[in-house]
């Protein structure tokens, strides 16, 4: 639906579905209309105007027209200076609004300009003692961010975050905005640990009027979960989504984007936590948005099939994944092509599905045919060719063929090795592995050296969660 702004709300309905089809030269036709007829109300609504360029640049980004998408927002401009009794506020906006529209393209001159254009009006017009022009510096900020200017992005931050809590309050919303973006920003130059305090307090101050929240907690506390799943804080993340997503579905509806990515995440700690009922429903949900959003044959229907299939033979569903998973593959080898890497990722899974109900001349050709797209992806997945070649390995050990399980499990572990380093716990489950065939083939030195390496790592990683725990 769109935003409650004085505009021609059944245009741009008519509009989205055309966009949710594909058929963005249909949605440009309504959202155009729609920009006339707002043109011939008087006086001018420029917020409205501006809402509607919105929308319009939303729709030529998707169809991947940035020439247009410049053009719709160069024409608000002109007409701002057109028009005498605009308000300087509404076009410093809009400066603004064009200025994350090149920031979002990586034109970063371009986004620089407009950002310095905006806080030049703010400025002049009302000074730096209110929440706009702060809001412009976090901006600003985070342009240099994404430009790997670390230096210039802190020192931005520091000084938008300190206006704001000396010309407001240090609980005022103007404070949370700037400490999300601030973390968001900082994300590849400090750890979890040292930026969850950013996105906690900035949620103690969104969270004051519980009966009416604030549209930036919902942004918050997803933030917050990223860094607790990143900091292996499973079942906080967890909850963390849910809150988020009690927030998002009733403002945006679960078919829009917000919803979208975060019934993934909710889907992806659910299912790492085992819940697997919690998570298929989850999944089934993510399918039938898809279905209806994007009909029955899109790559996003293939993606939500194999995510649901995929957890289906975790969980040991054999005949449902086995189905998903077959239609999925038919989907991407038409629409992909069948050397396609997600190709492979489903092949991977089907053979896993066979290996799991002993199919396991169906596993070995699904598996090879995995493996000969992965050796050949650029760049290069070591770490996925080794997992194919692990399971692989499995089908010929369950049919007694020792000497090539041996083998396959040597190239995995040489090629995580390469990747991981000799020291790393993901090798304990592949050294274990290693150990017990060569045990068969009474290769008993080498089966000792691997357990006792094995027993090295799971050593050391259980004395480095000892401490976590202890801290």
Not at 411 to 419: D, F, G, Q, V
Request: glycine share 4%.
């Amino acid at each position: 639906m769109a935003r409650e702004l004085n505009v021609p709300a059944e245009l741009i309905d008519r509009a989205l579905l055309c966009q949710g089809v594909g058929d963005y030269a249909g949605a440009e036709l309504l959202i155009e209309r729609a920009f006339r007829l707002q043109m011939e109300k008087k006086p001018l609504s420029f917020l409205a105007l501006r809402e509607l360029t919105e929308y319009q640049v939303d729709n030529f980004t998707l169809a991947g027209n940035f020439n247009k998408a410049e053009r719709s927002w160069k024409r608000l401009l002109e007409l701002h200076r057109r028009t005498p009794e605009c308000d300087v506020r509404e076009t410093a906006s809009t400066l603004v609004c064009m200025g994350i529209f090149y920031r979002n393209e990586g034109k970063w001159r371009q986004a620089q300009t407009r950002f310095d254009q905006a806080l030049a009006l703010q400025e002049k017009d009302f000074g730096t003692d209110y929440a706009d022009y702060v809001v412009t510096l976090s901006e600003k900020a985070q342009l240099f961010a994404l430009q790997q200017n670390e230096k210039k992005a802190i020192a931005l931050f520091e000084q938008a975050l300190a206006m704001a809590e000396q010309r407001t309050n240090k609980w005022h919303e103007c404070v949370a905005l700037i400490l999300r973006r601030q973390a968001n920003s900082m994300l590849n130059w400090r750890p979890p640990q040292q930026l969850e305090p950013l996105f906690e307090r900035a949620i103690a101050i969104l969270s004051e009027d519980a009966a009416r929240p604030h549209p930036e907690l919902r942004l918050c506390l997803s933030g917050l979960a990223d860094l607790s799943l990143a900091r292996g804080l499973e079942r906080k993340a967890e909850r963390l989504y849910v809150r988020s997503l009690q927030l998002t579905e009733p403002v945006l509806g679960s078919k829009h984007a917000e919803s979208i990515e975060l019934l993934e995440k909710l889907a992806h700690v659910r299912r790492s936590l085992r819940k697997y009922t919690e998570a298929k429903a989850l999944y089934r949900k993510l399918l039938n948005i898809a279905l209806q959003k994007k009909g029955s044959v899109a790559p996003e229907v293939a993606y939500a099939m194999f995510s649901l299939g995929s957890l289906m033979r975790e969980s040991r569903d054999f005949e449902e994944a086995a189905t998903l998973l077959g239609d999925a593959l038919k989907m991407q080898e038409k629409l992909l092509g069948p050397e396609h890497e997600l190709v492979a990722s489903t092949l991977y899974e089907l053979a896993s599905v066979h290996r799991g109900m002993e199919d396991f001349y169906i596993a070995e050709r699904y598996y090879c045919r995995a493996l000969a797209i992965q050796e050949h992806l650029v760049p290069p997945a070591p770490l996925v060719v080794a997992d194919t070649l692990i399971g692989l390995a499995l089908v010929y050990f369950a049919r007694k063929e020792n000497e090539a399980a041996e083998w396959l499990l040597q190239r995995a572990l040489a090629l995580k090795e390469e990747a991981l380093g000799r020291e790393d716990p993901q090798l304990i489950d592949l050294l274990t592995k290693l150990a017990r065939v060569s045990e068969i083939l009474m290769k008993f030195d080498l089966a000792k050296e691997y357990s006792e390496r094995a027993d090295r790592l799971e050593q050391r990683q259980h004395s480095y969660f000892s401490k976590i725990w202890a801290g």
